[in-house]
Structure formats: structure tokens, C-alpha cells
């Protein structure tokens, strides 16, 4: 079995619906406005969750380029184990629960085989589609994904910091 670490370039979103509710007015206006979705997204592989910050930009596309990581182990838990990084873009409010908004699924069951064979595999930006809970799509949201392996033996570097040992 080997160890390594996959990274999740979160890069933007595309085409993703605004609200179909409608708000009775804002402070600016007496007419009926659009709620702006305030879109973020909920990362999960594996059992570890990442969220991001609320993306930026307005309308149908908005832009992250955060990056992400996760520690994995191939082959992990036999044939029926799925390798697969879902992305659950949620909307924030602020007085309400945060809204499901869709979701995308990208499976890396082939870029941890290659990276475990070639020692590291980087995959351009991909897009993939989302989802919505009535199954429709709503978009498609724009990841780059990464895997190196840890090599046995190899310390691994938390936080950038090591530990030096006293020279006494």
C-alpha cells in the first residue's frame, strides 16, 4: 500500500443558477430583487471534509483558486472502495441554514494508480458537471487535481514546521 497526497486546485464555477425565490425588497429598492447566490464549496474524500471561502465574481461564474489537500492511501479497502472527490457547492446565508446548491463527483481511482506508479501525476483543469437535487444540471465547476507519493520511511512536513533534535 502506498501513501501520498492529493491536491484539489478549486478553480471556478460556471452557469450556476441564481435563487428562484424573490425577495420582497431590498434597502435600495421597493421592487423585487434576485438574490444573488453566495456561492462556497464543501470538498469530501475519504472521510476529510475542506470547505472554501465564498467564491468571488457575480452573476453565473465565480472564481476560487484556492488548493486543497488530502492524505491518501492506495489501494485502500479492496475492489469496493470508490476513489472519488465530491465537490458540494452550498449557498450561504446569513440568518438561514446555508442552501444545497449541486454537486459534481470526480473520480481518481486512475490518477492515484498512475501517481503511485510514476511517483507523481498532475491533471490540467477539468471540468466537471453539477448536479442539482431534482438531478438536473446547473453548470460545471473547473478543478485540477494532483498526486504525490510519499516515499516509506520519508518524514512528512506538518504546518512547514520541523522538529530539530537538541544538539546537547
Not at 465564498?54 to 491518501?72: H, L, P, S, T, Y
Not at 446569513?94 to 446548491?101: A, I, M, P, T
Not at 498532475?122 to 442539482?132: F, G, K, P
Amino acid at each position: 500500500m502506498a501513501k501520498g497526497r492529493l491536491e484539489v486546485l478549486l478553480v471556478e464555477a460556471q452557469g450556476i443558477k441564481d435563487r428562484d425565490k424573490f425577495h420582497p425588497g431590498c434597502l435600495n429598492c421597493l421592487n423585487p430583487c434576485k438574490i444573488a447566490r453566495k456561492p462556497y464549496v464543501h470538498i469530501l474524500y475519504g472521510g476529510q471534509e475542506c470547505t472554501s471561502s465564498v467564491g468571488k465574481g457575480k452573476g453565473k461564474k465565480r472564481e476560487w483558486n484556492e488548493k486543497f489537500a488530502f492524505d491518501v492511501k492506495y489501494p485502500d479497502g479492496g475492489e469496493d472502495h470508490v476513489y472519488k472527490i465530491i465537490f458540494r457547492i452550498m449557498d450561504k446565508h446569513k440568518f438561514d441554514e446555508d442552501e444545497f446548491v449541486g454537486e459534481a463527483t470526480a473520480y481518481v481511482k486512475d490518477i492515484l494508480s498512475l501517481g503511485v506508479e510514476r511517483g507523481k501525476l498532475e491533471v490540467e483543469t477539468r471540468q466537471y458537471r453539477v448536479v442539482e437535487s431534482d438531478k438536473t444540471y446547473s453548470g460545471e465547476i473547473s478543478v485540477s487535481i494532483s498526486f504525490t507519493k510519499i516515499k516509506e520511511g520519508a518524514e512528512e512536513d506538518v504546518g512547514g514546521w520541523k522538529e530539530s533534535e537538541s544538539q546537547e
